[in-house]
């Protein structure tokens, strides 16, 4: 089972950007499916991107021009950079993995980002 850790979430303006990076653990991280979601206060949780293991890459429409997914296999890492933040960005931000279109999605904790107006 894969274990994620996220990290570089924080309190940033409207317009500014910030870069979430997500390390992951073992052995066949170019085997699974990297996403990232996030869950505003008080609403669902939503997918925001996801970079499959062949590399393609997909976006929520409310994100698409301003966010980008990328992955580094040699370093087992996903990262996610956000541009023009919005207020509606605002959101605990989790890494999520899995290895196939239907399987189960694998959670890391989460981590705050929060764009002031």
């Known amino acids: 089972q894969v274990q994620l850790v996220e990290s570089g979430g924080g309190l940033v303006q409207a317009g500014g950007s910030l870069r979430l990076s997500c390390a992951a653990s073992g052995r066949t991280f170019d085997a699974y499916s990297m996403g990232w979601f996030r869950q505003p206060p008080g609403k669902q949780r939503e997918l925001v991107a996801a970079?499959?293991?062949?590399?393609?890459?997909n976006y929520a429409d409310s994100v698409k021009g301003r966010f980008t997914i990328s992955r580094d296999n040699t370093k087992n890492t996903v990262s996610l950079q956000m541009n023009t933040l919005k207020p509606e960005d605002t959101a605990i931000y989790y890494c999520?993995?899995?290895?196939?279109?239907?399987?189960?999605?694998?959670w890391g904790r989460g981590t705050q980002v929060t764009v002031s107006s």
């Open positions: 999520a993995a899995r290895l196939s279109t239907f399987g189960t999605w694998y």
């Open positions: 970079i499959p293991k062949s590399g393609d890459t």
